[in-house]
């Protein structure tokens, strides 16, 4: 079965940035178009983002606040944050970019708080 580990997130101020690594363990991980999701308390999960496979380019859907980028040597997604507000405060996941999904890792939270 697939596995999808998310990690970096973190407490940051406003104005700061972040890293977020997500890991997935498919065989054929580089022909996969991956998407960064999140989720905030009592809202459903929402797509802000994903690359496509092969080389794919990478779209996201922050007005450029985010980047998303991929090693298919290493398996991972990384989504890089910059000038987080406290409205950026979630859980992040990442998945396929379409259904089906894979099995939903456990997520990383961000907080932007001061």
């Known amino acids: 079965q697939v596995r999808i580990v998310e990690f970096g997130g973190g407490l940051v101020e406003p104005g700061g940035s972040l890293r977020l690594s997500c890991t997935i363990s498919?065989?054929?991980?580089?022909?996969?178009?991956v998407a960064w999701y999140r989720r905030v308390p009592g809202n459903q999960r929402d797509k802000i983002g994903y690359?496509?496979?092969?080389?794919?380019d990478s779209v996201d859907f922050m007005n450029g606040r985010f980047t998303i980028s991929r090693d298919d040597a290493k398996n991972t997604v990384y989504l890089q944050m910059n000038n987080l507000k406290p409205e950026d405060t979630a859980v992040y996941y990442c998945?396929?970019?379409?259904?089906?999904?894979?099995?939903w890792g456990q997520g990383t939270q961000v907080t932007v708080s001061s």
């Open positions: 998945n396929k970019a379409n259904v089906p999904f894979y099995a």
């Open positions: 498919e065989e054929f991980f580089r022909t996969i178009p």
């Open positions: 690359i496509g496979g092969n080389g794919g």
